[in-house]
């Protein structure tokens, strides 16, 4: 089975930092795709960024492109997004996802199978 467990959101002033991370089951990351999704309020779910399981490409959404970073390690099971220059329209819940041997891309634009509980992010201006 696929757990997840996301941490790092919080409150953050326009222009700051924040690092989520993605902690997933063992083994998880040999074989599936991670992606970092969010969900405003009154807003449908969107994929942000997500990284494959075989050759670590990744996608970004547009409008996180040259601010967000995906990496994702290995050894220790766990996918990282680190959000740079944060914006308030960023705010939302942050939710990590994954799915068995998909492409960064495809894996973005679809319902993944397995989700985590969220992480709130809030950026204040």
């Known amino acids: 089975q696929v757990q997840l467990v996301e941490s790092g959101g919080g409150l953050v002033q326009s222009g700051g930092s924040l690092k989520l991370s993605c902690a997933a089951s063992?083994?998880?990351?040999?074989?599936?795709?991670i992606g970092w999704f969010r969900q405003a309020p009154g807003k449908e779910r969107e994929g942000v960024s997500c990284?494959?399981?075989?050759?670590?490409?990744?996608y970004y959404k547009d409008s996180v492109k040259g601010r967000f970073t995906i990496s994702r390690d290995n050894a220790k099971n766990v996918v990282y997004l680190q959000m740079n220059s944060l914006k308030p329209e960023d705010t939302a819940v942050y939710y990590c996802a994954a799915e068995f041997l998909v492409s960064a891309q495809a894996m973005c634009v679809r319902e993944p199978d397995h989700w985590g509980q969220g992480t709130q992010v809030t950026v204040w201006s």
């Open positions: 990284i494959s399981s075989t050759d670590g490409s990744t």
């Open positions: 063992r083994s998880t990351l040999d074989y599936y795709a």
